[in-house]
C-alpha cells in the first residue's frame, strides 16, 4: 500500500518562508497527478496546489497563487511545495495526497505562520 510522509513545516514568522516535502512509497507515484491540501483549525480540508504526473501542469488555489509553488522529483517519488510571502492566514496542517485523494492521508506537516 502506498504511503505518504509529509515533513519541513515549522513555526516562521510573516513573510517568511519554507519547503515542504511528501515522500511516497510504492511504485504509483509517476503517473499521478499530485496535490497539495490544507487544514486549519475549524476549517475543512482544502486543496492548494496541484502537478501533472511529468510536472508538466501546475495551477493554484486562488489565495496561494504567486506566492507558492509546487514541484516533484519522480526519481524519488517526491512532491514539493515552497511557501513564499507566508501569512497567518496559511497556518494549517498541509498534506499531500493524489488529486483523487485515493491514498491514505498521511500525518501532515504542521505550518504556524506567527509573529
Known amino acids: 500500500q502506498v504511503q505518504l510522509v509529509e515533513s519541513g513545516g515549522g513555526l516562521v514568522q510573516p513573510g517568511g518562508s519554507l519547503r515542504l516535502s511528501c515522500a511516497a512509497s510504492?511504485?504509483?507515484?509517476?503517473?499521478?497527478?499530485m496535490a497539495w491540501y490544507r487544514q486549519a483549525p475549524g476549517k475543512e480540508r482544502e486543496w492548494v496546489a496541484f502537478?501533472?504526473?511529468?510536472?508538466?501542469?501546475?495551477n493554484y488555489a486562488d489565495s496561494v497563487k504567486g506566492r507558492f509553488a509546487i514541484s516533484r522529483d519522480n526519481t524519488k517519488n517526491t512532491v514539493y511545495l515552497q511557501l513564499n510571502s507566508l501569512k497567518a492566514d496559511d497556518t494549517a496542517v498541509y498534506y499531500c495526497?493524489?488529486?483523487?485523494?485515493?491514498?491514505?492521508w498521511g500525518q501532515g506537516t504542521q505550518v504556524t505562520v506567527s509573529p
Open positions: 510504492g511504485d504509483v507515484f509517476s503517473i499521478k497527478t
Open positions: 502537478i501533472t504526473s511529468g510536472g508538466g501542469l501546475t
Open positions: 495526497n493524489t488529486w483523487g485523494r485515493d491514498i491514505p
